[in-house]
């Protein structure tokens, strides 16, 4: 039975309580309801996310703090680790981390290429917590730009948590993640788009890179913040006036729920102006109780 009911949230909560002399209601009028909402056993739950970029200088790595679980326990959740890189360095796995199929680093999943060479990389890794993890370093060798992040979901299979996943590269305005085909009734799909910015650079406006991208946004942030939020790493508003825009990348990552196994169906980020990017599609499959 995939429908389980695992647990409420947001309870329903009434104004006045039933009239106990009719044994009905009140009406509309009289209630207040807040929410009221039931999450199914079988489909995964985004807990929760972090976010991190090397800042306007580049780096060699970038440590990422695990973000914590939302539930009462640490362990059992599906954690992703996402890192894009500028050009192609020799990007190594985190120990204790497994690669998501096709995207290792080096040479694994690249961006299209440009007159600079291969414009951008990246690199996904996974693990099941087990409530020891406080962060993760991804490691790349070279001064480059990167935005990385960690994602939690509660509620998966721990035995084999990533089903299909896909990859799409091109030079354009569009990025759109590629279709893969989920193996199991309420999945989730992950979609990730990163860009370089070269080319794009000109026509930035404010600090917003990859925009209206597919519902249930995660992610979306560039290599080095602004510098009203950051002094130290951070240039701009606008990215087009920064120098350091031209080495930068952008990453955003959404997902949203599949209720019957099948087609994903593609997804699209809109860029200002065509560069080279990667996409990536992967399924995240919930508990094995259909």
């Not at 120990?95 to 290792?104: D, I, L, N, S, Y």
């Not at 209720?259 to 997804?267: L, Y």
Request: proline share 7%; aromatic share 6%.
């Amino acid at each position: 039975m995939s429908n389980i009911l695992c647990s409420t949230r947001n309870l329903l909560i009434w104004e006045k309580p039933p009239l106990a002399h009719t044994g009905q209601w009140p009406t509309l009028g009289a209630i207040a309801l807040l929410a009221f909402l039931v999450v199914g056993c079988a489909g995964p739950r985004f807990e929760n996310g972090v976010s991190v970029g090397t800042g306007k200088s580049g780096a060699s790595s970038l440590t990422i703090p695990v973000p914590p679980s939302t539930n009462e326990e640490a362990s059992g959740d599906l954690l992703i680790s996402i890192l894009g890189v500028q050009a192609n360095p020799n990007t190594q796995e985190p120990e204790g981390w497994k690669t998501v199929p096709g995207f290792a680093g080096f040479n694994g999943a690249t961006c299209a290429a440009d007159s600079g060479g291969t414009a951008c990389q990246l690199a996904i890794f996974y693990r099941i917590a087990d409530g020891s993890e406080t962060s993760v370093t991804l490691d790349w060798g070279t001064r480059r730009h990167a935005a990385g992040a960690v994602l939690r979901y509660s509620n998966v299979d721990q035995a084999a948590p990533i089903g299909e996943a896909n990859q799409q590269r091109g030079s354009s305005n569009t990025p759109t993640a590629p279709v893969v085909t989920t193996s199991r009734n309420d999945s989730r799909i992950m979609r990730i788009a990163l860009a370089e910015m070269d080319d794009a650079m000109t026509f930035l406006e404010g600090t917003s890179v990859l925009t209206s991208g597919p519902r249930s946004l995660r992610v979306n942030l560039v290599s080095f913040p602004d510098a009203e939020t950051d002094p130290a790493a951070g240039c701009g508003p606008p990215l087009s006036g920064c120098r350091e825009t031209e080495n930068a990348v952008a990453l955003a990552v959404s997902d949203e729920g599949k209720g019957s196994a099948g087609g994903s169906g593609t997804a699209s980020w809109d860029l200002p102006a065509g560069d080279q990017w990667l996409t990536a599609s992967f399924e995240i499959r919930g508990t094995a109780n259909d």
